[in-house]
């Protein structure tokens, strides 16, 4: 009888959801505010406050606050008292600094001496120290860059901000600047150097997806990331087809390969035997794009969607492993389907995996004090997994193991928080990959808090209308980040690749040191 009343309280709870998501949908409609989230959950609170006791501040990358000393001098000023009565004497001056900034036009005008010589042939010179945008200096440059990307002023605003310093410039010049992809090659490059470079330094990525409209449709953009580089890519869709993509550097960069490393995913996946047998016909043959791919697909009389899927999947997964994927790559992620690739190590976030206990609301009292317990007894065992972490061992290792099956395997007067354990409990290699690599973050935070850039963007200009714009809003998303994670300013390196200085490595470059000092640090556990 109590677990037929909990399935009837469940049944009302996902009522109650559905009915509260309606009134949201009828406040928007009516320009009234929705019902406000949910606030995160705090487990993971206790890691930050062990940080922070462990020297390292608990801070991201690049909020440490510059000393004032620090800074540089640009002009003295050297101030005498008024009226010093004869013999005084002098004991010396009181530094005091002000810092100031200034934001004035300076334009350059170049008079360009022209020659004719005897054969009459012309004679004149290149202007000096352009940049790729003929009529607008370096600094300037820059500063758009920096406002937009950095400081997500909109493009209206921006160009009412730059006339009201005194720049000339119409929006047409503006919208070139921060989106022409002639223009902003060396970035796109970049990007897709600093990709190629996280994926081949590391032994894992953490991913994530969110909302990304575009040319007024609803669209995604996936994270690919960990502690040296970030990179986001715009999609119609956040299939796994897309992720597979998404591994390869983009759609556009994907390549679709015909070789054992498909037949092993097909047959991981229950392609039928006959259409692989089919497929067998082509084994060595590479496609380059997504169109190529499905006519020839087509030629072969594969219609059916789920075989097609499965056959396009395989196809970007051995292109994937092609391109210098370890098949022994983890992916960490919060469950969701798409990143879930077979024949690839999947671990899970714990964060998420506590928030489906979370959900659970118990009608009996013995099960709501259960449900208490199981919380303690999670965070008790989620303390023990990041000691581990720390200090590896083949005890602490078969300790962890057994308090794992004891709690997910337990039994409630809940059936709901029953059914709940069971699920986590089928997931029990995805949740401990960790004791086989401590190395391996216990959640997916730092995803989330990554992606959260396409959420303040969506909020604030709600989406992109051109292919240009959305291909240098994901480019200049994962330069920045990137530049965050490794220490750069981002400010310097605008500069610095703008002006062809080449004072700042190239991003690839820094995270493959990075992840090179990183590995001397670690010491591997050898269970």
Known sequence: ???????????LQKQGEEIQKLKDEVARLKNQKPKPDIKPSNLDKKEDTDDKKS?????????????????SIHETIRIKPDNIPPGSTFKGVREFDVQEIRIIPHNTRYEIEEWVDRDGKAISVQIPNLTVFPHFGGDLVSFVLYQYHRCYVTQPLLLEELREFGVSISAGQLSKILTDE???????????????????????????????????????????????????????????????????????????????????????????AQLQQKLRLSIGRKFSSLKEWKNHLEKLAIKNSRNIRVATEAALFAGTLSKGLSRDFIIL?????????????????????????????????????????VITDFWELYRLLKNYRKSPSTSFRKEIEEKFNELFQRKTACATLDLALNRLYQNK??????????????????????????????????????????????????LKKTCRKLGVSFWSFLKDRISDAGQISQLADLIRQAAENRKQKHQPFAA
Not at 59 to 71: H, L, N, T, V, W
Not at 431 to 458: A, F, G, T, W
Request: overall charge neutral.
């Open 1 to 11: 009888m109590l677990s037929f009343i909990q399935q009837q309280s469940d049944t």
């Open 55 to 71: 020297g390292n501040g608990g801070k991201r990358p690049g909020s440490d606050k510059g000393s004032k000393k620090d800074i």
């Open 182 to 272: 002639d223009l902003l090659k060396k970035f796109h490059n970049e990007k897709k150097a600093l990709f190629q470079a996280g994926i081949a330094s590391s032994a894992y990525v953490q991913t994530d997806d969110t909302g990304a409209r575009h040319d007024g449709k609803n669209g995604y953009c996936t994270f690919v990331g960990n502690d040296f580089f970030s990179w986001f890519e715009s999609s119609p869709s956040k299939s796994r087809v897309n992720f597979l993509q998404v591994l390869q550097g983009g759609k556009d960069e994907a390549v679709y390969l015909v070789n054992d490393d498909a037949f092993n995913y097909m047959k991981e996946e229950k392609l039928p």
């Open 333 to 373: 992620s919060d469950d969701a389907g798409q990143f879930n690739i077979s024949l690839l190590q999947h671990g899970l976030c714990w964060v998420h995996a506590e928030r489906l206990l979370k959900k659970i609301i118990p009608i009996h009292p013995q099960g709501l004090s259960d449900l208490e317990t």
């Open 429 to 478: 290699e995805e949740l401990l990959l960790v004791l086989d690599y401590p190395e391996l973050p216990l959640h997916n935070n730092m995803s989330e808090s990554d992606i959260r850039e396409y959420v303040k963007r969506r909020k604030i200009s709600g989406g992109t209308r051109s292919l240009a714009g959305q291909k240098a809003r994901d480019t200049f998303t994962s």
